[in-house]
């Protein structure tokens, strides 16, 4: 619910912002939270601080023109949204998918600026993409569309003023041809302006694991405060790319079982536990499909179209994309006795999900918090860059799994302190809040 003010001042952004629907969605999620804190700091109100947050400090659109194998021309729509840097310079991902507009990239760059501010880095909101789809193109196609992208991008980034990184279809290969282009065009090795990049050119240990095994951490803290682990338990994770791999590997490092995770055509259970070489091979190496998966695993079992809630667990990590866990999929998995659920996605649970769990009292890290490890690491790779370090693979882990116990703190401690144990909705929103909030105040009307 959100309380009077605040309501007026979410019409004012949905009119603002007409038929950008996840831009709404992921600002009446913050602003319902927000009722307390406004009333215990009038200075916010009178700085306009959630207008200003609302909006914005900049969004780039631009054409990208490039061809395919064949010779074809093709022309997408590039995006770099710059949210906020009252932290330090913009920082978020850039999204490659047919269905990127600038209604998602908003929202995606609205929730990176509180997620990024939870880890307590000097770190600014903002998030990019284009509507390109990178499935079933060729290494050339992608390295064409790349440099054709970055043309444009590369007059708005740089290490001190918005630093990308990678979110769905950009991994290594897309950071890679990105990064040469950049350093052709501007003559400057400057690895700090790019994050997520491959280990021999500037790359840090453990920022391609980070955001899965975070996402694993924030929910074993969350289980620890029930005096319970993974131990044992049944896990369904979403997805099967960057984010849902490393979050497998964590869960079986923790002592849980995945038995099922996805993609886009379908769903794999196995009840025996997935076997992650096998998946590695299949999505990082042939860049397959989870139906091949299923095809070469004896006693797995391949649902096409079907929804991977509908399947028993002890906890769920949500690690492909927005709205993918709907109000009917919460129901099933409470049924089912799911006691736990951390967000590896960026907002993959719909407001009536959200709901239900909370009701139930299921334990619930909305993925501002649970999949803030990616970014995180993203910081500390900005940090060996700028020193010109390389620090283990161990070291990293441990600073990574430290920062995640930071965030479960903080969002749990924020929670109690604002009246509502055990929310770690209302925990993110307000920490994350709180922090911009005070930054923007100190820097005045800028
Ligand atoms: P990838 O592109 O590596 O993987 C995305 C996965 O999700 C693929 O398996 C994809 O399947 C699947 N997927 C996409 N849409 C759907 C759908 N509608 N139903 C079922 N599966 C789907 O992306 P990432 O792993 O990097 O990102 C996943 C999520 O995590 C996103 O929400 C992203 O914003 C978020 N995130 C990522 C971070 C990172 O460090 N990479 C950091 C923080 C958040 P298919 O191949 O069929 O498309």
């Keep these: 619910m959100l309380d009077e003010k605040v309501d007026l001042l979410f019409e004012e952004v949905v009119q603002r912002n007409a038929g950008e629907v996840e831009f709404h969605q992921a600002v009446r999620e913050v602003l ?78 609205f929730e990176q600026l509180f997620k990024n501010a939870l880890t307590g880095m000097p770190i600014g909101g903002g998030k990019g993409g284009a509507d390109f789809d990178p499935k079933g193109r060729s290494d050339d196609e992608v390295m064409r569309f790349c440099q054709s992208f970055m043309l444009e991008m590369y007059r708005h980034i740089g290490e001190y003023t918005d630093v990308p990184a990678g979110d769905i279809g950009v991994g290594t290969r897309e950071l890679g041809y990105l990064f040469g282009q950049y350093k052709r065009i501007t003559n400057r090795y400057e690895s700090g302006v790019l994050t997520g990049k491959g280990i021999d050119w500037g790359g840090a240990l453990v920022r391609r694991e980070a955001t899965g095994y975070g996402a694993a951490f924030f929910l074993e803290q969350m289980l620890k405060t029930r005096k319970q682990s993974l131990e044992g338990m049944t896990c369904l994770v979403s997805g099967s790319g960057n984010v849902a791999l490393y979050a497998i590997e964590k869960v079986h490092a923790l002592g849980g079982t995945v038995i099922g995770c996805s993609d886009s055509d379908g769903v794999v259970h196995d009840p025996d536990g997935i076997d992650l070489d096998l998946l590695r091979e299949i999505k990082e190496v042939r860049r397959g499909r989870i139906l091949h998966y299923a095809e070469a695993r004896k006693g797995s079992q391949y649902l096409p179209h079907g929804s991977i809630w509908q399947i028993p667990c002890d906890v769920a990590l949500p690690c492909a994309t927005q709205n993918e866990l709907t109000a009917k999929d919460a129901a099933a998995l409470i049924k089912n006795g799911c006691i736990a659920v951390a967000e590896g996605a960026n907002m993959p649970t719909t407001p009536e999900g959200v709901r239900a769990f909370a009701a139930a ?71 994350g809040f709180l922090r911009v909030a005070r930054a923007m105040v100190a820097l005045g009307l800028v």
């Design 361 to 431: 009292g299921v334990l619930f890290g909305p993925g501002k918090a649970a999949n803030a490890g990616g970014v995180a690491t993203s910081a500390l790779e900005m940090q060996q860059n700028a020193s010109r370090d390389r620090w283990s693979f161990e070291h990293t882990e441990e600073r990574l799994s430290e920062i995640m116990t930071n965030i479960h703190d903080i969002c749990f401690h924020t929670a109690e302190e604002f009246g509502a144990p055990g929310d770690y909705v209302k925990g993110a929103n307000i920490a």
């Design 32 to 109: 319902e939270s927000l009722g307390p804190v406004l009333a215990k700091y009038p200075e916010f109100a009178r700085a306009k601080i959630i207008q200003r947050i609302c909006e914005p400090e900049s969004q780039i659109i631009f054409r990208v023109p490039w061809t395919d194998d064949r010779g074809e021309v093709h022309i997408n729509r590039g995006f770099r949204v710059e949210f906020n840097s009252a932290l330090g310079p913009y920082k978020g991902g850039l999204r490659f998918h047919p269905s990127v507009n600038l209604g998602i990239v908003k929202f995606l760059g």
